[in-house]
DNA sequence: TTTATTTACGTAATCGTTACCGAAAACGAT
DNA sequence: ATCGTTTTCGGTAACGATTACGTAAATAAA
């Protein structure tokens, strides 16, 4: 608290304050060589500028915003990680806010972010239904803001995705292939838009196909595990048991590897399994587990970049953009002939 | 940005500035009906103080910073999880800081973050045996520090961290009870406390039980797979191969069941393995992986308290101290019977 | 030489809040 | 009725930086 401030640095130099500022900003109203040695005593007492005092005055703060719903998983951890290293490089700072799922909390957040803390905002929703006008607002009040994964599928964003309905779709066919009639869909039933277009991947999928679509094998699951353990635990002691399995949402795919376990299914002999998944051990699962994998970190990259390309230019609201970068079929074990 | 401001919300009531701002503090000195006009108005105007002006005037920027080096990995996104939930509680922001295991990232942020912009940091040590000044700087400047999980040994700090020594020493004993007579040990070269910690309980596991030491099968490994990889190659090829295998990190455990798949090793036939790990998947590998459980949300949101407890106290300085949380062993596959 | 222009610095206002202090008004005690 | 206290509010000066503007000196143009 008691660090050195601006003032005492130009007392030092027999200068004025005003000249030791320009020094730091690259002013051209100043003689280089006074600059180098505002420059040189700065290093040397270790004086950087109070940053609450210049995001107040300059109206900037040099930070940006990332609202998520969870981050013990890592897809999103490697969203961050693509986000914070763009950040980085950019001399940006990076504040973090966890929905855990929770509308009312990304409302408060986003609520709170209006009021400058930061100069941009990325964020993956925690349900893509709900009342979207705090949304609208941050774009009327020029705050830039950049969805990655889980978006708003009917407002006009800048949004960064996979080809979700593309990658369901040829989760789908690529079951098929492998000789599954009764192909089961695990999903969330909260309104995400991407859970939407990866099962609209699998309904056409399943037509392309000649496969009849039967509604007792689309689960809509939710955020609670033992619900959705007792789900799948049903629908595969069901009569009409599904010989292939789509999961949307790795979490899904891993409880059904468990109840396959309590049932005594074999995977991938009584039912093969493909899962959405940015799992590292994929590979290492018994069965090892045939993915859908996105490109996380690409995926968070690309989204910060889109927002500094909007701050550096200015820019108060983003045109209405959508960026895909595409997912890798990884098949394995679980998927695979036995 | 151009929000709406204390001076304009006081014009609109009939108020000085100075009393409007009282409102938003709890003071004392206003009278509890205007005060309830104020924020009546406030929150019809959706007014909130700016965060930046609020922060250079107090001298508080109720915003803590997260350094560490990584993020795509359980344990460290399970301790930002309860980091984040104090934090949320408490009203504080959270700055993130991803080193990536350079020290010199390590450094720039501390340096940065003296001049003001937190009021406390969380940080988990790149490297333990650097230079620690920066450390000392930001204590005698009266910036409080946590340190978990990956600390400095020998400076009177904070520090929140697991029961590494017993940890390492419960692991091996279990593979010694296992029947393994040449146990194995995988950890990181660089100069870490808890590597130095578990490794230390291996070796006095291995002494009390009557096995000798054998140098060749304590691995020091590093940052790059693929060097690591081809350590761990090694150690499973040589003469004298080991029947078990302690490892001090999950990264290292997975490598060696990648390994163990390519020579055509059976686990737990010819190597059982222990590793500590956060591992959600751990009981789904092939086969089950045993773990050492680090409770990393525990750790995260006990960190957090340490500091915020320092923080409302408005402690400069906090005085040194080591809590321990302990770990969970979790026998599984890799280090049954078979 | 005179005038115009550029260069390099200083003065002072400003960003939006909060804290210190003084003072009017209201209240109670004597 | 007088005096002291409490309550409640407003004025003003910070907090630490940035920036529009003014200006003297130095340089170039006429």
């Not at 027999?14 to 690259?26: E, G, I």
């Not at 609450?52 to 930070?63: C, G, H, P, V």
């Not at 949304?135 to 994964?149: A, H, M, S």
């Not at 006009?156 to 000789?179: C, I, K, M, W």
Request: with cysteine; proline share 5%.
């Amino acid at each position: 608290m008691e660090g050195i401030t601006i003032k005492q640095l130009a007392k030092q130099l027999n200068l004025s304050v005003s000249t030791v500022s320009k020094a730091f900003q690259d002013s051209y109203d100043i003689n280089p060589q006074t600059r180098e040695r505002v420059l040189a005593l700065a290093k040397e007492l270790n004086y950087e500028p109070n940053p609450y005092a210049s995001s107040l005055r300059k109206q900037k703060s040099r930070t940006i915003a990332i609202i998520l719903p969870e981050i013990a998983n890592n897809f999103f951890a490697l969203a961050i990680r693509g986000i914070e290293s763009v950040a980085q490089e950019k001399g940006f700072h990076v504040l973090i806010y966890l929905t855990h799922e929770d509308h009312a909390k990304e409302m408060a957040f986003i609520q709170h972010l209006f009021h400058g803390r930061v100069d941009g905002v990325l964020m993956s929703l925690t349900d893509g239904n709900q009342a979207h006008s705090h949304i609208e607002q941050l774009q009327q009040k020029g705050l830039p803001i950049v969805f990655f994964d889980r978006i708003y599928e009917n407002l006009p964003t800048v949004n960064v995705t996979t080809n979700d309905f593309e990658s369901g779709y040829a989760a789908t066919r690529h079951l098929a292939q492998q000789g599954c009639r009764r192909i089961a869909h695990l999903y969330l039933s909260k309104n995400l838009s991407i859970a939407n277009r990866r099962k609209a991947g699998y309904l056409q999928a399943l037509k392309d196909h000649g496969l009849p679509l039967d509604e007792e094998l689309i689960i809509p699951c939710t955020d609670d595990p033992t619900h959705n353990y007792s789900l799948i635990g049903k629908l595969l002691q069901s009569p009409a048991r599904p010989d292939g399995l789509f999961s949307s949402f790795e979490k899904l795919a891993l409880l059904t590897y468990q109840a396959c376990e309590a049932l005594q299914l074999s995977i991938p002999r009584d039912l093969r399994i493909i899962s959405f998944s940015n799992l590292e051990t994929a590979p290492l699962l018994n069965p090892s587990l045939s993915t859908i994998t996105q490109p996380a970190f690409e995926i968070g990259k690309k989204a910060a970049s889109l927002l500094f390309t909007a701050l550096e230019k200015g820019v108060q609201s983003l045109p209405s953009e959508d960026v895909v970068i595409n997912s890798i079929l990884d098949i394995r074990n679980s998927s695979g002939r036995f």
